[in-house]
């Protein structure tokens, strides 16, 4: 229950009203003189006199002013011009206690337009913790509507200012205050969640405003569905829709394209038969595909190489009276170049012309990409110089995609000349530019240029991620120095970064190679600890590190080992069994496994 606000009735009590702080108090002979001085006061900040105003303060307190205004009832509008002028004039920060009473004033005259700006700048440089900031509403308010309004708004501005944190405390601070929220402050802070992929919390929120009885509406529905969906909890997010349809509430495209870009992006077997399935569903409901949902489920199918389904789609999408768009054809065109039909993707760019659409970059760097993964590093060439010449500016995925090429193809200083035009240009390089070129030098063995790139990453605020880490224990291993390898996976945790498989199964192959099998399978043991149990790629490793020692029979119980965990052998196990093993006269007690293959 929220308490009772305090009053200061007749005449003001010249005692201390703050507890803790002693402010000097300006005292008046009577109710009338006081009532003469406010109006004196308002009528200067009125006309914003304030020189007239700052003159009068050399008696009194701006703190006990604003504290007299607030006693006194005056215009709300006119205590926060005080307020802000003296905020600016003396560089203070009022009481806590103060600013809570003239958000009451402002909420009981209904500015909450003034109250929103308000709060704005008041959470965006606010030192106050949520919890005392919550304390001092529920002892200021003056009626229970002006707070909830107060708390909702301040919600909102946690929002609009990008503290996600702060505005998940103010949830459930509200809560445990009994303040009642809106479903438009709740949708706001639902939002920012999903996008920090906070999806417990945004059950939690959700679950609540189903306890606490707030109003959820399609939009509600729909960004907790997104969410879900994100992390790949279908079940989940069809629960949801069950509860939305509980409440009266029909699902609508935006609800039905979330699910179909949800299962198009678990990159699961069988995720487009569960897209296509919901495309029948919301067809057989009534409710048609858009232009949205053509495109994701084109991308969908092209990215699942299913590219003749991506095809049918395009074409239903026309026969539907849908013109495809720039994002459609892109997708297209990106299916066809992962096909290799690069003929088929510039004859579609051609179509795409025709009909009125002009290629933007998203264009060329698919095609650029095409050409590259094609091995047709000369064609990717001359396209960059195009589109450089047809006014189209080059981003860092053209930059970072032909960087890749070039390296790949044995080009590194043409690699490092493009490198130097990106920065000139004014793009700037990213970590996965540096990650091109690092690996570019590390296979020349050309360690003074791998050191100044680290150097020029870490100058430019970048930090090197897994992927930099991983290049650099393979070069290292290579280069006989698995000590040195190890090493930086101590430099990775200080940095925040966990090993991965890959990393691991690099460095125990660096350690074989070096003929080091104690530390190969101290190496297992701490990956073992992390968390992170062999794989296929780790048991590959130990099956051909022992073997090449000539321990056939560690190497034959690794692959017994693999088996009776579950583990299917891949064309690399059969290979070394196959290499290391049966060529070399020792076939593996193994039933029925290994004895299909062609020796």
């Not at 020029?456 to 070069?475: F, G």
Request: charged share 25%; with cysteine; glycine share 6%.
């Amino acid at each position: 229950m929220i308490p009772k606000p305090r009053t200061f009735p007749g005449k003001l009590s010249y005692g201390n009203i703050f507890p803790g702080k002693k402010l000097p108090f300006r005292r008046f002979c009577s109710t009338d003189s006081l009532e003469h001085e406010i109006h004196s006061i308002t009528d200067l900040i009125a006309k914003q006199h304030w020189s007239k105003l700052k003159t009068h303060l050399k008696n009194t307190n701006s703190n006990t002013l604003l504290q007299q205004l607030l006693t006194s009832k005056a215009n709300p509008d006119l205590i926060l011009r005080y307020f802000n002028w003296s905020t600016r004039e003396f560089k203070i920060a009022h009481e806590l206690e103060l600013t809570c009473r003239l958000l009451n004033a402002l909420a009981n005259y209904k500015k909450y337009p003034k109250i929103r700006s308000f709060l704005d700048n008041f959470v965006s440089g606010e030192t106050h913790s949520v919890s005392s900031i919550f304390h001092t509403i529920s002892m200021t308010s003056e009626n229970v509507c002006g707070s909830y309004v107060i708390v909702d708004m301040l919600l909102l501005a946690y929002m609009r200012n990008g503290k996600l944190n702060l505005g998940f405390e103010a949830f459930r601070r509200a809560v445990d205050y009994g303040f009642k929220l809106s479903m438009l402050s709740c949708n706001a802070l639902l939002t920012a969640m999903v996008k920090e992929n906070g999806i417990g919390d945004v059950e939690y929120v959700y679950k609540t405003m189903i306890k606490r009885r707030i109003e959820r509406d399609l939009v509600t529905y729909n960004i907790v569905i997104n969410g879900l969906c994100k992390v790949g909890k279908f079940n989940r997010a069809i629960d949801v829709i069950e509860d939305m349809k509980a409440n009266g509430i029909l699902p609508n495209v935006i609800t039905y394209n979330t699910l179909i870009k949800g299962y198009c992006k678990t990159g699961k077997i069988g995720k487009m038969y569960k897209a296509d399935a919901i495309l029948k569903e919301m067809m057989g409901n009534n409710i048609s595909p858009n232009e949205i949902t053509f495109n994701i489920l084109i991308d969908g199918y092209c990215k699942d190489e299913n590219l003749s389904s991506a095809l049918k789609v395009f074409a239903e999408m026309q026969r539907k009276g849908l013109e495809p768009g720039i994002v459609s054809y892109n997708s297209l065109i990106n299916g066809l170049c992962r096909d290799e039909k690069l003929d088929d993707a510039l004859g579609l760019v051609d179509k795409m012309v025709v009909s009125g659409l002009k290629p933007n970059i998203v264009t060329y760097n698919v095609l650029i990409n095409g050409y590259c993964k094609n091995k047709m590093v000369e064609k990717a060439s001359k396209l960059f110089y195009e589109l450089v010449q047809k006014g189209i500016f080059p981003n860092s995925v053209t930059f970072n995609t032909l960087i890749d090429a070039y390296y790949k193809d044995g080009r590194i200083h043409d690699a490092f000349k493009l490198y130097k035009s990106m920065v000139d240009q004014g793009v700037l390089p990213n970590v996965c530019t540096y990650n091109c070129l690092i690996t570019g030098f590390c296979n020349e063995g050309n360690v003074e240029a791998v050191k100044k790139l680290m150097s020029e990453m870490l100058d430019k605020k970048l930090r090197p991620d897994l992927v930099t880490y991983n290049i650099l224990v393979s070069a290292l291993c290579r280069e006989g120095e698995p000590r040195k390898a190890a090493r930086l996976l101590n430099e990775m945790s200080n940095i925040g970064l966990s090993p991965s498989h890959v990393t691991y199964n690099t460095l125990m192959d660096g350690y074989f190679q070096a003929g080091n099998v104690k530390e190969a399978l101290k190496v297992r043991t701490q990956m073992e600890k992390e968390g992170k149990w062999p794989n296929v790629p780790t048991y590959n490793v130990m099956i051909k590190g022992f073997s090449k020692k000539g321990k056939m029979e560690d190497a034959n119980g690794l692959l017994n080992e693999m088996l009776e965990k579950g583990l299917i052998p891949n064309e690399t196990t059969y290979e070394i069994v196959k290499e290391e093993m049966i060529e070399k006269g020792f076939v593996p007690d193994i039933e029925g496994h290994i004895y299909s293959m062609s020796v």
